[in-house]
C-alpha cells in the first residue's frame, strides 16, 4: 500500500507583513501532481491545515480548490486532523458527508477513534487519526483526571486504540504531537502553557506506520515508523537551511515501510545572503534567485542610509534585514518567528523593562494560568 505522507500546510500564514497564500497555492498545485503521478492509495495531512483557529477566506477556499481536486478530481482518499493551529470543530463541519465521498476529517478529540480500513492485494490497513487535543479535553472525553500532560493523554488514547484493533492488521497512526528528541524549529507554536507538550516515541511501539505533524523539519523520531514530513514551505528565517518535501510511504504485506521523502517546487525560496550591503546588491545581477524572500546580513559596521530600499532594488521581495554588530542575539532577530516567543516571557519582559524588577514566580504562575486559559478558548471558540 502507497500513502503520501504531509502536514503543516499553515494555509493563510503571514510573514513579515507578506501573505504567503499565493506561494501555498502553488506548491499545492505541484503537490497535486505529484499525488496524480504517484496514485496512492491513501493521502494522509497530518495537522496544522491552516494557520490560526479562525482562517481568512481565501485559505478556506484554496483548501476547499485542493481537495476537491484531491478526493474528487483524482478519487484519491484524504484523512485530515486538526492540529494545534487549527479550529477543530470549524475543520470539521460537515464531516460525516464528506466522509462518503472519501474525506476523512477528525477535529474534537473523541474517546472512540473508528478506524479509516483500506485494502490492498495483501489485506486490510487500518488508519487512525488522532486530532491534537490538550489533555484537559481528553481528561474529559475520557472520563480520566489522572491524564496530567500530553504524554499521558496521548498515551490513553493509543491504548484505546489498541484495545480494539484486530491482531494481524497493518496499522499507521496519523498524530499531532512533539515527539521527545525531534529537532524544532522556530515557526512552530508550543502546544504547552507552562508545562511540557512533548511525548515519549515509546507510545507509539508496534504500529507499523506514524505519520506525524508539528515539526517542521522533515525527520525520524525516536523509531523506524515514526516520521515528521515536515511542512509545505519554509515559515521562517530559521528554516532557510531546511530541504522541503513530503512523504512518499511503501508499506508492505508484513507492514515494513519504505520513505521517500520527495521535494515540491516552491514558487520562491526563503533565504539567508551575508555580506555588506553593497557587495549583495552588486551580486543580485548575477542571482537567478533574485524574486525570493530574503533576510540580509549585513556585515557593515558603519551608517547606512535607507538599507531596505537600496535592497529592494536588487532584491524586491527582502522581508528583513540584521545588523549583527548592531544588535544581540536575542529572541526579537530577524530570523526568529514571534511566535515561537512565549505570551508570558513577552510579559515578563515588559515587566521588568517598566519596574525595574522582575516578575514574582507566583505572578508568573498566574499569567501563565490567564494565557493558558485564552488560548484554549480562542482554539474552541
Known amino acids: 500500500m502507497r500513502f503520501l505522507h504531509t502536514a503543516d500546510w499553515h494555509l493563510g500564514r503571514v510573514y513579515h507583513g507578506v501573505s504567503l497564500l499565493e506561494d501555498q497555492a502553488h506548491v499545492l498545485r505541484d503537490f497535486v501532481r505529484l499525488a496524480g503521478e504517484t496514485r496512492p492509495d491513501a493521502i494522509l495531512i497530518a495537522g496544522d491545515v491552516y494557520d490560526r483557529s479562525v482562517p481568512p477566506a481565501d485559505a478556506v477556499r484554496l483548501l476547499d480548490e485542493t481537495l476537491t481536486e484531491l478526493v474528487v478530481g483524482l478519487a484519491i482518499p484524504v484523512v485530515l486532523i486538526a492540529g494545534n493551529h487549527d479550529g477543530p470543530d470549524r475543520l470539521a463541519f460537515g464531516a460525516s458527508l464528506l466522509g462518503r465521498a472519501g474525506l476523512t476529517v477528525r477535529g474534537p478529540v473523541d474517546a472512540s477513534v473508528a478506524p479509516v480500513r483500506l485494502r490492498d492485494a495483501h489485506g486490510e490497513v487500518a488508519i487512525y487519526p488522532l486530532p491534537y487535543a490538550e489533555p484537559a479535553l481528553v481528561r474529559s472525553a475520557f472520563g480520566e483526571e489522572a491524564l496530567a500532560d500530553h504524554h499521558a493523554a496521548l498515551g490513553a488514547q493509543l491504548r484505546a486504540i489498541r484495545a480494539a484493533h484486530a491482531a494481524g492488521t497493518r496499522s499507521v497512526v496519523v498524530a499531532h504531537a512533539f515527539v521527545l528528541g525531534g529537532s524544532e524549529s522556530e515557526s512552530e507554536r508550543p502546544l504547552s502553557v507552562g508545562g511540557s507538550g512533548a511525548v515519549g516515541a515509546e507510545l507509539f511501539a508496534g504500529f507499523d506506520y506514524v505519520a506525524l505533524g508539528h515539526l517542521h523539519r522533515p525527520q525520524q523520531a525516536g523509531g523506524e515508523h515514526i516520521h515528521y514530513s515536515g511542512s509545505l514551505l519554509k515559515y521562517s528565517f530559521a528554516e532557510a537551511g531546511h530541504a522541503k518535501s513530503v512523504n512518499l510511504v511503501e508499506m508492505d504485506a508484513a507492514g515494513r515501510c519504505t520513505v521517500e521523502r520527495v521535494a515540491l517546487a516552491p514558487r520562491r525560496d526563503l533565504r539567508i545572503v551575508e555580506g555588506t550591503l553593497a557587495d549583495i546588491i552588486a551580486g543580485a545581477a548575477a542571482d537567478p534567485g533574485r524574486d525570493d524572500y530574503?533576510?540580509?546580513?549585513?556585515?557593515?559596521?558603519?551608517?547606512?542610509?535607507?538599507?531596505?530600499?537600496?535592497?529592494?532594488?536588487?532584491?524586491?521581495?527582502?522581508?528583513?534585514i540584521e545588523r549583527p554588530l548592531h544588535a544581540g542575539d536575542g529572541p526579537g532577530r530577524a530570523a526568529a518567528d514571534h511566535r515561537r516567543i512565549r505570551i508570558e516571557d513577552l510579559f515578563a519582559s515588559f515587566y521588568a523593562e517598566t519596574a525595574g524588577r522582575p516578575l514574582e514566580a507566583e505572578a508568573i504562575a498566574t499569567v501563565q494560568r490567564i494565557v493558558g486559559a485564552i488560548e484554549q478558548e480562542a482554539r474552541h471558540a
Open 294 to 320: 530574503l533576510l540580509a546580513r549585513l556585515s557593515d559596521s558603519g551608517a547606512l542610509l535607507d538599507a531596505m530600499g537600496k535592497l529592494r532594488t536588487a532584491y524586491p521581495n527582502a522581508l528583513a
